[in-house]
């Protein structure tokens, strides 16, 4: 890919616990150039989020990266000291959650909160910050931004919480934005809004964006690319079209099952995969995914397959598929 912006490679995450060490990323590999939208999907506990936070050196406590490569505008983000990170995050990269309660600082006002990156990173003076967060205010559809800088968090409503988180995470015009679900605690109608609003601004200021979501109507609305997550590891990525229209991997077309469509909203909202995702103690042996698999060969509980390039954009790592099948 040209003007590859991230790139993560075989990246590995450990958890200790009482009972040992549990492998939680199991060599995920993605990429993003500039000015891209890939969406991230896969079932609750595929490892979406600690993609995330490993990749922005938040993992909790207990986790570890023990392996590969995150490579950010050129520089190894793994190698980079906590001073080196305080640089990156907040400025190059910065996180969009899914409740902003918890990112926003309950006792600090909307303003300071919008200021505060711009006069570490950007160095501007309290005056321009101000100036700067009114406009951000106004570009994320909050009416009255005057009024607004003023208040906390708690005196708005969550959507408005929401576009706030949306300016602070601009604030100092990253390159990459990760929204991890930005819109699975907001109402239906408020969701869309705030899908247009990141999809705008993705496109004005030449974003790099990786939206996190179990929606597949999120990717569809956003994204030109996404990777499918199970157990730790990237199983399929594709275009977004092809994802759609010529979905490779088992997994994918039980996810796309099990997605509600227009068309008959009670048949598909019927769960296409039988079986749960296993616990990461538990990850079954060759491809996580055979136990729930409906095309297992006698190899697939043996080896674990890897992501093997098909037509253009497509890759996938199944052994039923490809060169392979
Ligand atoms: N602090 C932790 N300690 C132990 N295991 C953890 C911890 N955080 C996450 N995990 C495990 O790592 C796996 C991946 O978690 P992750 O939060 O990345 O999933 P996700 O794909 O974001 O899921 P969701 O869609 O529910 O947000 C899960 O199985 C989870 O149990
Ligand atoms: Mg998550």
């Given at each position: 890919m040209t003007d590859t912006l991230l790139s993560i490679r075989n990246l590995q995450v450990e958890f200790r616990s009482s009972k040992g060490t549990v492998s939680a990323l199991r060599g995920v590999d993605l990429s993003i150039a500039r000015g891209e939208c890939l969406g991230l999907v896969g079932e609750s506990g595929s490892g979406k989020s600690l993609t995330a936070l490993a990749t922005m050196g938040l993992l909790p406590e207990a986790g570890q990266v023990v392996g590969g490569e995150v490579s950010f505008d050129g520089r190894n983000l793994l190698q980079l000291d906590r001073r080196g990170l305080d640089g990156i995050r907040g400025k190059d990269i910065a996180m969009i959650f899914q409740e902003p309660m918890t990112a926003l600082n309950p006792v600090m006002t909307v303003g300071r909160q919008i200021t505060a990156p711009i006069i570490r990173h950007l160095k501007l003076s309290e005056a321009a910050a101000r100036s700067r967060a009114l406009d951000l205010l106004a570009r994320v559809g909050i009416p009255d931004p005057v009024a607004r800088f003023k208040a906390y968090p708690h005196e708005l409503s969550g959507g408005m919480r929401q576009r706030v988180m949306i300016a602070m995470a601009l604030s100092c015009e990253p390159k990459l934005v990760i929204a991890d679900e930005p819109t699975t605690a907001l109402d239906v109608t408020i969701q869309a809004q705030v899908l247009e609003l990141l999809r705008g601004l993705q496109e004005e200021m030449k974003l790099a964006v990786i939206i996190i979501t179990h929606d597949f109507g999120v990717i569809a609305e956003l994204a030109q690319r996404v990777c499918v997550m199970y157990c730790g590891k990237v199983v399929e990525e594709a275009e977004v079209v092809d994802l759609f229209d010529r979905t490779m991997h088992p997994?994918?077309?039980?996810?796309?099952?099990?997605?509600?469509?227009?068309?008959?909203?009670?048949?598909?909202?019927?769960?296409?995969?039988?079986?749960?995702?296993?616990?990461?103690?538990?990850?079954?042996?060759?491809?996580?995914?055979?136990?729930?698999?409906?095309?297992?060969?006698?190899?697939?509980?043996?080896?674990?397959?890897?992501?093997?390039?098909?037509?253009?954009?497509?890759?996938?790592?199944?052994?039923a598929r490809g060169d392979h099948g």
């Open positions: 997994y994918s077309m039980g996810l796309l099952g099990s997605t509600p469509s227009l068309e008959s909203p009670l048949v598909r909202r019927l769960p296409a995969i039988g079986g749960a995702v296993p616990h990461i103690s538990e990850t079954p042996p060759g491809c996580a995914f055979n136990p729930r698999c409906g095309e297992r060969l006698v190899v697939c509980d043996k080896q674990i397959p890897v992501l093997e390039s098909i037509g253009r954009s497509q890759r996938v790592a199944c052994w």
